[in-house]
């Protein structure tokens, strides 16, 4: 009888220890956008962006409230929150799902500066298409600092809207995208 009760708490010390994984979390990322026209510079800012990183696994998960972009002109903003354009109200976030492909050679638990490539999908109003990007992951005393920048190509074809006739030029087809977060250790 001993020997089936250490048996089965040696099974679930087993288990528990295979299912506890590290996982790093952050609320207060940062994602910037910008693009260039002849007609006007359009930049925004989102200090609210919330994601999480798996150790073990790599995977990777970013959510991105729309409403939550800052942008210098209040029309922008109204513009942008349309549903012409992002329609925040039928598509509150933008999120990305992916892994980081390399992860042998980033170690989040030793400090360092790591170069890593994430794969996933990318979802912008309802739409979801796959991309890979370069990032900079930095590790110090526990707190893993990720940035990255890329540039979304041909918004258009994520269904966000672009203005007709005199307008047409006003919002560029390819959006250039920075994002900045520290990601402290989550619970277990």
């Known amino acids: 009888m001993k020997k089936i009760m250490f048996s089965l708490a040696f099974a679930a010390l087993t288990l528990l220890s295979v299912n506890a994984q590290t996982k790093y979390v952050t609320r207060t990322g940062q994602a910037t956008i910008f693009s260039h026209t002849d007609a006007e510079d359009i930049s925004a800012t989102n200090n609210t962006v919330t994601g999480v990183i798996n150790q073990s696994t790599g995977d990777i998960a970013i959510s991105v409230p729309v409403q939550s972009f800052q942008f210098e002109k209040a029309l922008m903003q109204e513009h942008f929150n349309n549903s012409n354009f992002l329609d925040s109200k039928q598509y509150p976030r933008l999120t990305l799902k992916g892994k980081i492909t390399n992860l042998?050679?980033?170690?989040?638990?030793?400090?360092?500066?790591?170069e890593a490539t994430v794969a996933g999908d990318l979802t912008i109003k309802g739409v979801t298409k796959p991309i890979t990007e370069k990032a900079t992951i930095e590790v110090n005393n526990g707190k893993v600092?990720?940035?990255?920048?890329?540039?979304?190509?041909?918004?258009?074809?994520?269904?966000?809207?672009?203005?007709?006739?005199?307008?047409?030029?006003n919002v560029a087809d390819d959006i250039e995208v920075n994002y900045k977060a520290v990601y402290d250790k989550g619970d277990e």
Do not use: H, Q, R, W
């Open 145 to 169: 600092t990720v940035t990255c920048k890329f540039t979304v190509k041909e918004i258009g074809s994520y269904g966000v809207g672009k203005p007709m006739g005199k307008k047409k030029n």
């Open 104 to 114: 042998s050679a980033v170690d989040l638990s030793k400090n360092g500066k790591y």
